[in-house]
C-alpha cells in the first residue's frame, strides 16, 4: 500500500481550508485518510499552518511519500530539512 501525506480540501466555495492528512495513494482527494497531522488556511493573514511535527515524522519515517505541496508546507513548519 502506498501511503501519502496530502492536502484535503475543505470549506466553502472560493474559501478553501486545507488538512494535511495521511491516506492511501488510491483515494480520492478527499476520500478516507488514515490520520490528519495538521491543517493549513491560506484565507487568513498571515496563512496559518499547524502541523505535528512528532506524528508527521512517524508517518515519514514510516515510509510516507509527501505531495509536492505537502512537501513545502511541512519544510515551511520546519518539520523536514531543505
Known sequence: MAVRIRLKRLGAKKA???RIV???SRTSR??????EIGY???TKE????KVDAEEAKK???TGAQPSDTAKALLKKAGVIGE
Not at 30 to 35: D, P, R, V, Y
Not at 46 to 49: E, F, S, T
Request: charged letters at 15%; zero cysteines.
Open 46 to 49: 498571515p496563512n496559518v499552518l
Open 59 to 61: 508517518w515519514l519515517s
Open 22 to 24: 495521511v491516506a492511501d
Open 40 to 42: 493549513f488556511d491560506p
Open 16 to 18: 478553501p481550508f486545507y
Open 30 to 35: 478527499n476520500g478516507k485518510s488514515i490520520a
